[in-house]
């Protein structure tokens, strides 16, 4: 059977189910919850893949869930991916007791993986397709909740604060060999799809400057003023901007998060959160260090002490072209063969955890319409359910054809010709290395 009459096949499918996966979405939308704690969020997408006759494992990173098809084919694997954490936004109309929303669509894509799901298997394809693929739910991309996450990797539950980091580090993704995915965005009226996405990767820090307290007033020459450090860090971070080349997209955003007790007291301890993030591997690194010497050279400037606390946090995305142009192909005849909806590259300095998977494997992250209002915020809500959730269900249903139909030769291809960054083992090296506590004590 031809590539053609497969994709009708699954279309038709995906069209007979369109209201049990718009429900999924809604269902999903209304049960919001945190990264690593999506408990309903998963049993709505565990029962729904078991509705389909497969068997689905739960709970692969401490939430989250998956079945594999076609494990007796020899050929590639490919990896569908949904995100089932929302954010919070106390703010929104539909937030729930506790403030928590799914107001940047996760929900959506979790029913789009969905759909493509019943097409693919309830159509009959399978047996057609020369490779193996992995539905999956997947926890915990939003970083956010970061307490609850510390406690969960102080009881040894989890490495890493993101689910897909999380699923590299378990071996799930070993024998995967691509991965696909989308996210609802807002577009202007004539655009609806962004193809190709760039994100920047992140190093998250927290810094505590500790120096010596003593009265303001009455003997300030004996301290050593911790927030006056901090300032003299955030000026040096600040002197640093201009070094950073403009096609690395380097973001620096430091907080203040406690400037000291009384103000009738020197400061002696104060502490900064900041988050480093650019879209490449090198000008993460390079920009952190940077910023590292800005807090070193403040504790010995004025004689105390900084503790500095790193943690990288997601890698930038880059999606690869192969797959790219076949998922843009598919998308056109979708939405009636005209590309003027389309926009083929857009570069963010947002991140992902998506981002670390396509730093190892062929991955594709496209953007798609159906939702209007800022993601995050209490504008946000879906506009266009068949555009959120139908179509890129189909669009992704039918990149699978291709990549797996006639012998998987295209899929083949891309694996072959696709020049990885890490391997597993080195991507695990890199984030334990870059992972570090560095104190500098300058007190006597």
Known sequence: MNKKELKRLVLEEIDKNKDKIIEAGRSIYKTPELGYKEVKSTKIASEFLKSLGVEVVDNIAVTGCMTSLNKDKNGPKIAVMGELDSVVCPDHKDANE??????????????????????????????????KIDFMAV?????????????????????????????????????????????????EENKNCVIKSYTNGFVSKHATFIGRASH???????GINALNMASLATNNINAQRETFKDEDRVRISTVINHGGDIVNVVPSKVTIEAMVRAATVDAMIDANEKVNRSLHAAAMAL?????????????????????????????????????ESIVDVIKTAGSTDFGDISQIIPCIHPWI?????????????????????????????????????DDAKIAKDIVEKFKPTFTKESYLDFMDKNTNTYKYDYKK
């Open 303 to 339: 004689g105390g002490e900084v503790i500095i606390e790193d943690t990288i946090g997601y890698l930038p995305l880059d999606s690869d072209d192969s797959m790219d142009f076949i998922f843009k192909k598919n998308y056109v005849e979708l939405v009636g063969g005209s590309e």
């Open 139 to 187: 926890p915990s991309e939003e970083c956010i909740d970061l307490e609850f996450r510390k406690s969960l990797q102080e009881k040894n539950e989890i490495k890493y604060v993101g689910g897909k980091q999380e699923l590299l580090y378990r071996g799930t993704l070993d024998d995967v060999d691509m991965a696909m995915m989308f996210h609802a965005l807002n577009f």
């Open 98 to 131: 506790i403030g928590n929303i799914h107001c940047c669509g996760h929900n959506i894509q979790v029913a789009g993986m969905l759909g493509c799901a019943v097409g693919i298997i309830n159509s009959g394809v399978l047996k057609y397709l020369d490779g």
């Open 216 to 222: 303001a007033g009455i003997a300030p020459h004996e």
């Open 369 to 405: 319409g159906g939702v209007s209002g800022s993601l995050h915020t209490k504008d946000y809500y879906i506009s266009d359910e068949e555009l959120a959730y139908i179509i890129p269900a189909k669009a992704m249903a039918m990149t699978i054809i291709d990549l797996l139909g």
